[in-house]
């Protein structure tokens, strides 16, 4: 048989499953259609008192959202974290996975097709061929002759030749395909797809939680370094108190007990300036895993001066929160994925029909095998269905119905908490920004005291107590500021995660992107 023969042979097999092709692509599938959730969005921010609400120009791409800060070094940092952090890494590869399992999946839809070639080469084993005769023999009544008239039956047994070796070849296409009547397998994909966009909206979830990590944790740094330098300020100012005490105690003016005060005051904030230096380290090694490196491989000079600058991040309206948030996304695709099983679940009810073909050639010949005479085929359908479960199918589609509510609900609470994050992030730095100003205030209050004080300790109208407790507290006046200024700090980054850090719904991967070769 030719090859324009051999092609028309698997064509009419092909053509035998193409009605039936198209009668399943006409078919419903089971279950009930996606339908996004409702979820209760208010009108506006209860504490956005004052707060810049983004216009359509504010939406447009002005870069990564760190950038806020105008900081190269933080700029750097997040760029290598988004490379090289195993956290996102992880979440890509689970993105990865899930992909794959719909692409899979997917599969099952369109027939399966296979091939086989045996050579099979046998003997069968050599034997002996029995044969029965007769022969007469006659008998008197005194003696027995042996060559007379009676019969008496003999066996021979001859050895029969060996069985010759044959050889039988065989090459078939095969064809099995179950179609997709009730929509199971569209209905397994579509929840696949769902949650690969779960695991996608996973995936920009950790980037953006890496990334507000990493810029809370380089400002904490800097806040530390600022810090550092805070107390070591103090310290100098402390050695110059001494100073003073130890030379007004050699001329006999005070008493000891001032130049002891001063020396306590003075090693008791070259402690708080190593206490510091501690937590300068450790926020260091924090940076050095959230880029990917060992905190051996990784170090930050300290900056001379504090230059983070206070951004004002505008708001999105809540009615965008929905399409701004990563986690949500993941919350309501969850619910998709949860629907589409109910449909899987659904078609479990209904008859499953199995279509097979095969053909091929066999002979024992190999030059000669494929021709007419050695060619075979075959066709058939197979009906399943389950008769009697017990109550199985209806208790697992029960099961799947109130996965489904769970999700809902699941999703539903995740907007709720992500209004009452950015509420809570609002009305931080709303307060915060008061705050910062009474205590700037307090700050030029306790400064201009304990220069008093020791204008007065100088002219020796007060003794060493009131100078070191002016000194003290305007010491703790400063680093209070400076913790306003951190909390002020971890709140707007706090504020543009909960926003989304300008991520959009639209920026998930669509169906055809998921069930893509690459």
């Known amino acids: 048989m030719n090859r324009v023969e051999h ?41 956005a008192e004052g707060w810049k609400i983004a216009t359509p120009a504010d939406s447009n791409e002005r870069g990564p959202w760190w950038e806020v800060f105008n900081d190269p070094i933080l700029n750097d940092l997040e760029n290598q974290a988004s490379r090289s952090n195993f956290s996102i890494a992880q979440a890509a590869a689970n993105y990865e996975e899930a992909r794959q399992l719909a692409r899979a999946d997917r599969a099952t839809f369109f027939p399966t097709f296979s091939g086989s070639a045996s050579a099979q080469r046998s003997k069968s084993g050599s034997g002996r061929s029995v044969a029965l005769a007769s022969s007469s023999a006659s008998s008197g009544s005194n003696s027995t002759n042996t060559n007379s ?27 099995s395909w179950t179609p997709d009547f009730w929509g199971r397998v569209r209905r397994l994909t579509e929840s696949d797809i769902a949650s690969a966009q779960v695991s996608a ?14 810029a809370q944790t380089y400002l904490q740094l800097r806040i530390a370094d600022e810090r550092i330098r805070l107390r070591q300020t103090a310290v100098d100012a402390y050695s110059r108190t001494l100073e003073i005490a130890q030379n007004k105690y050699k001329v006999g003016i005070v008493a000891r007990s001032d130049v002891i005060s001063a020396q306590a005051q003075l090693d008791a904030a070259r402690a708080q300036v190593i206490d510091a230096g ?8 924090a940076i050095a895993v959230l880029i990917g490196k060992t905190p051996a491989e990784f170090s930050l000079a300290p900056q001379t001066a504090l230059s983070v600058a206070m951004p004002l991040y505008p708001l999105q309206m809540p009615s965008e929160l929905l399409e701004r948030r990563p986690d949500i996304a993941a919350a309501e695709r969850n619910v998709a994925a949860a629907n589409a099983r109910i449909g899987v679940q659904t078609a479990a009810y209904f008859p499953q029909l199995t279509l097979s073909a095969d ?24 009906l399943t269905d389950v008769l009697f479960d017990f109550g199985r199918r209806r208790g697992e589609l029960a099961s799947v119905r109130a996965a489904y509510d769970a999700s809902v609900a699941a999703y539903r609470g995740s907007v709720l908490r992500a209004f009452q994050e950015i509420e809570d992030d609002l009305v931080s730095l709303r307060l915060l920004v008061e ?25 020796g109208t007060v003794d060493y107590t009131t100078v070191a407790t002016a000194q003290v507290t305007e010491l703790n006046n400063r680093q209070t500021a400076l913790t306003i200024l951190q909390n002020r700090l971890n709140s707007t980054v706090a504020l543009i995660e909960a926003l989304g850090g300008g991520w959009q ?13 690459e």
């Open 435 to 459: 705050e910062a100003k009474v205590q700037d205030a307090a700050v030029s209050e306790a400064s201009e005291a304990a220069r008093i004080a020791m204008n007065e300790y100088r002219a």
């Open 7 to 47: 092609t028309t042979f698997v064509q009419r097999i092909l053509y035998l499953l193409m009605p039936v092709v198209l009668v399943c692509f006409a078919a419903c599938a089971v279950g009930p259609n996606y339908k996004r959730p409702t979820s209760d969005v208010s009108q506006s921010y209860k504490e």
């Open 278 to 285: 501690i937590l300068r380290a450790q926020y260091e090694h």
């Open 505 to 517: 719904s639209r920026d998930l991967p669509g169906p055809k992107d998921v069930v893509a070769r």
């Open 201 to 214: 909206a996973d995936l920009a979830n950790a980037r953006l939680s890496i990334q507000a990590t990493l």
């Open 359 to 382: 053909g091929g050639y066999a002979g024992s010949q190999l030059d000669k095998i494929f021709r007419t005479p050695n060619r075979f085929w075959s066709l058939g359908a197979n």
């Open 149 to 175: 008239g009676g019969s008496t039956p003999s066996v021979a047994i001859t050895p029969s030749s060996s069985g010759a070796p044959t050889t039988n070849y065989s090459a078939s296409l095969g064809a």
